[in-house]
């Protein structure tokens, strides 16, 4: 295309020819997702279908510095890039945020700046009118989420229920984050001024006003260190095995694996010792021990059959189902309390739920806040997150809404 300067009243929204290769159209998006939508000024699903459709450079750089909008306008967008022939790379200059970040999952790569963020969240509604009202929104919400879910699924993998809880809780993620949690591809590496970009955005809509205030955000390629993975055994039993197998105290799982019995034939048949020289198939020495073979050598090394190994191991997994069970109800005393004492409010709940599983030290963290932060009772005029107004307090909802001075 020739080059080409287009923009809206504001002069945020540009598409022009990127200087360094003429085969590269560059698209600057740094507007609110919709026109007229919050502040005055917002780009259209028609306007960007438009001059996108007249690009016909092979390759599209997409650069996106948004707040957000509307989601019906965001799923446009998001379909007129998939839609392209060109090759388009997403930038994230500054802030991707709520539908914009639904629009920077339809390029095909994705680039963080750095020092940038993207935030995703479940849809919002208003309505006004009766239980039946209410209902049809509430089902009308959870649908538009689970499509946004699985937007971010097909990026990033994962399923449509893992991302909606990411999407429950208002997940922030920074640079890296997205690019761990398999939102990007990678960081830009090239200095950027996404601080500047991102800062001139009013995000006191949102429950957190970015990155630093949000909890930990949802990485599903990360596991839970802490948690057993399924078939594993307890510390306890794996330190019984090592001594009746006369393995060192420090051998792992792998080690215990190639020392055990092979009890096809014969479920009581004694364990056969590991020994270091190959050629040796009688009587292996296990380092450290004179004969293992012969189990009356060494008085500390005993004989398992495969049934009471297989009972230790059936006992070592209700022993760990048991714990984790232990650890979920304390986990949720704990947080429960703290709701009731003020130290978090109700919405937090889940996150607090999430970051002591993932970190039980986080336990004193929780402690430490002092009673009576959040209003139990949600009183009027309180602007946090509206899942802590009570739903018959309609003055309360219009002011969690629409906050005095925003």
Do not use: C
């Amino acid at each position: 295309m020739t080059p080409t300067r287009l923009m809206n009243r504001r002069g945020q929204y540009r598409i022009r020819n990127a200087a360094t290769s003429k085969d590269v159209t560059e698209i600057l998006l740094y507007d609110e997702i919709g026109e007229d939508l919050w502040f005055g000024g917002g780009v259209s699903a028609k306007q960007f279908a438009e001059d996108l459709n007249a690009i016909d450079t092979p390759e599209i750089h997409l650069r996106i510095n948004s707040p957000g909008g509307d989601v019906f306008e965001a799923v446009a967008m998001l379909n007129s890039l998939r839609r392209h022939d060109a090759h388009t790379i997403v930038y994230i200059d500054g802030l991707a945020a709520s539908a914009a970040s639904v629009v920077a999952m339809g390029g095909d790569e994705l680039v963080m700046a750095r020092n940038s963020e993207m935030m995703i969240h479940d849809a919002w509604g208003v309505a006004i009118g009766n239980s039946t009202v209410m209902d049809k929104m509430s089902d009308d919400l959870s649908r538009i989420s689970n499509n946004l879910a699985s937007a971010y699924a097909d990026k990033a993998g994962g399923s449509v229920a893992d991302w909606r809880e990411a999407m429950k809780a208002e997940t922030w993620y920074s640079d890296k984050e997205a690019v761990k949690a398999g939102l990007a591809d990678r960081v830009e590496q090239a200095q950027t001024a996404s601080d500047k970009a991102k800062a001139k955005f009013n995000l006191g809509l949102y429950a957190y006003a970015g990155r630093a205030e949000a909890p930990a955000p949802y990485l599903p390629a990360e596991p839970d260190d802490h948690t057993p993975k399924e078939g594993s055994v307890m510390p306890d039993t794996l330190a019984l095995v090592r001594q009746r197998l006369g393995l060192s105290a420090d051998a792992d799982e792998a080690s215990i694996l190639a020392a055990l019995p092979d009890n096809s034939d014969d479920d009581t048949q004694e364990l056969d010792a590991v020994s270091n020289d190959p050629d040796d198939d009688e009587d292996d020495e296990i380092e450290g021990v004179p004969d293992a073979g012969d189990p009356t050598s060494d008085p500390k090394l005993e004989t398992i059959s495969a049934e009471v190994l297989a009972e230790l191991r059936r006992d070592a997994e209700a022993g760990r189902r048991a714990f984790e069970a232990q650890q979920a109800q304390h986990r949720e005393t704990i947080v429960n309390e703290a709701v009731r004492e003020g130290r978090i409010s109700p919405a937090r709940k889940k996150d607090w739920l999430a970051k002591l599983t993932k970190d039980p030290g986080s336990e004193t963290e929780l402690a430490s806040l002092a009673k009576g932060l959040i209003p139990v009772d949600g009183p009027k005029g309180y602007t946090g997150s509206l899942s802590d107004v009570s739903e018959s307090d309609d003055e309360a909802v219009y002011n969690a809404l629409f906050p005095k001075g925003a």
